[in-house]
């Protein structure tokens, strides 16, 4: 799901520094009148130029520019993943192809439902007397500074209030404890860490912590709160309420 911020901050953004209506760069003349080749940027328009900066940082950092994964990326994860130990089944490698044959190249978001066990399962790394979130707490510890920095975060976040409403061939499926959905900035950033060395040992922590679990990605996908809109709408909020701020202040001391 993409959308330009910028587009935001820039309907909002004071009529007379987008029209061009007063110049934005002013020149000044010294105190022999005479050009000094100096740019002189007003409060206003310094406070517009810093927050759109902001934006495009930030859109930059959230939005992948990547594109489809190619034809040589798809075999290089194929080949890492095929490389795992256990590796996984024809099956299983056949439907990853699939995945990533079929990249938008947008971002998209995995719907998670879990059921956790009473008690982890007691494997290396667990301590007696953990809970099943404190395992899982272990494997987070991977997880989340490798999602930060690709922008990647839970859009959705739940416990179940009830077993299963609703089920349809679905036998044994009754019972869940959670549920969530993790925004993905790109199929790639998602095998970048699935494919990370490191990631094995820690998955080893979900295994022990979760007795079942479903997961299956969607994309397309909308949300009414993209991040990306709530900034820029935050933004030039801020900004409009600066320049007010300098245009009171200025018009008080012309007054005075």
């Known amino acids: 799901m993409r959308f330009c911020g910028g587009q935001v901050l820039a309907l909002l953004a004071p009529r007379e520094i987008i029209k061009g209506r007063s110049p934005f760069f002013q020149k000044d003349d010294g105190q022999n009148g005479r050009n000094s080749g100096v740019v002189n940027l007003t409060q ?10 902001i934006n495009a940082l930030f859109f930059s950092w959230y939005t992948s520019f990547g594109g489809p994964l190619t034809g040589d990326e798809v075999e290089h994860y194929m080949a890492l993943m095929e490389s795992h130990q256990p590796a996984p089944g024809p099956e299983r490698m056949a439907e990853l ?21 009473e008690t982890p399962l007691p494997i290396e790394g667990v301590e007696p007397g953990e809970t099943s979130d404190e395992v899982l707490a272990k494997y987070m510890a991977f997880m989340i500074p490798q999602l930060f920095q690709r922008a ?9 209030a009830n077993t299963a409403m609703d089920l349809m061939n679905a036998p044994g499926m009754e019972a869940w404890t959670t549920g969530a959905g993790m925004r993905y900035r790109s199929r790639r950033d998602m095998l970048e860490i699935a494919t990370n060395p490191a990631f094995a040992g820690s998955h080893d922590f979900k295994i022990a912590a979760m007795r079942k679990t479903i997961a ?3 994309d397309p996908w909308f949300q009414l709160g993209d991040p990306r809109l709530v900034l820029a709408l935050l933004l030039s909020l801020i900004g409009c309420g600066l320049s007010w701020r300098v245009a009171v202040q200025e018009s008080r001391n012309g007054s005075s």
């Open 44 to 53: 206003t328009r310094w406070i517009w130029l810093v927050l759109f900066g």
């Open 97 to 117: 192809r699939a995945f990533m044959e079929q990249d938008t190249g947008d971002d998209f978001v995995m719907v998670n439902v879990i059921d956790m066990y």
């Open 152 to 160: 990647c975060h839970p859009v959705l976040y739940g416990q179940a």
């Open 216 to 218: 299956f990605p969607i």
